[in-house]
DNA sequence: TAGGTTGCTGACCGTTCGGTCATTAACCGC
DNA sequence: GCGGTTAATGACCGAACGGTCAGCAACCTA
């Protein structure tokens, strides 16, 4: 790979960031298992040993990999809920054009394909990617469907079960597109996708007098 | 296992289904690379050389577990459509009803987990369960949203995209049972979560005179 | 440019696991 | 029972991969 045409470099500021986003792209195309330590390396330009110095190993990429991907984009969305002034349901939109932005057109949005297919392989991130991601995001989207509820905007409807089924169009698509999407002829625009589960959101979120 | 307990049985005619119900069993939960074909052997009552008398290798195992898996429930889904008379949205709620009891509470419920995480590694397998689960199962939806706006019961969408906002939601909570669901606090009971989701779609869909 | 520090390398090791096959023993017809 | 058929076994093999480490070379300082 950058055999002996390139020269050996020493940067060992940029080296943990390169080999972040090598493990992240690789786990999550192959999984975790078939993934092969020395493939990160090449894809970082670095040999297997020079990973070893920045992690510890396999299972520590990984929790590296989970744990610094979506944390900052959770901070943003938090920040647009407490900032926010105007209907619910903007707020809602702008909620889902933030993430999408910060998460669903970067690579980070691998993230929650990855941690679906080796959750129960990896008690421990998991639940810390439960704590950290799931249970902030909820708490995000909850609050601005209390917002909504309250302002008589939306219907009342119990906000547990209705979160959950509000993000699950989000996260399909995002699964979707690292998973069978690279298989079979593309399918969704993801924009029209986006605007489409927002229309049926505001007729599905309604309150009946409006 | 069953050791020298047990005595050697020979029984030609099940071994396969049994084979193939470990094999599930164990590739949703640890994924295909990080399953050991003698734990499959061992789960089904059987030694790893009994299971190269059945199934040529690993991935064949693979292939046989998703090809065989859903098949069968979506023609019951398709016999429902076609023989289905009144509204289009108790047509919804009929093929809700009958996915969750063929597919989301039993064993298959895992299938759309393994398929997501391994389309990647294996394509000619991912192309099968598209055209055969993914594209019955979006067309038979596909034709309820048809028949409701045919009637005025739904207002006009662009069909497409609606199915996959439609389907998103079933998706993610079989899909979340066999990841997430495992490491924490137990989250949706599937049935609310189901009449959300219906009742959410109701508004989502209707057509702005009802 | 000489010497020292350290980021980097890749050959090597041990283990694990998919796959094979000679052997064993359950069943069946006679 | 007895022999023949074949389902079932598990010791074995080779390849692949995670992880190690002794040596190398890039960079710095004087």
Redesign the interface.
Known sequence: MSAALLPRKRRKEDRPNELLEAALDLFV??????TRLEDIATRAGVSKGTLYLYFAGKEALFKAVIQDGLIPALAELEALLAGHEGSAFDLIRALVERWWSMVGETRYSGIP?L???????F?EV??F??ENV?RRGRKVFAAALERGMARGEF?A??V???V??LI??M???V?WR???A???LA??EPR??L???L????????APGL
């Open positions: 195309e192959k999984g975790f298992a078939a394909k941690m679906i297919a080796e959750a129960r392989n008690p998991a639940h990617y439960y799931v219907r409807l119990e547990g079960a209705c959950d089924v699950a169009p996260l399909m698509l699964v690292h998973s069978l690279h298989c079979c399918e969704q029209a996708y605007e489409m589960y229309e049926m959101l505001r007729g599905g979120l309604a």
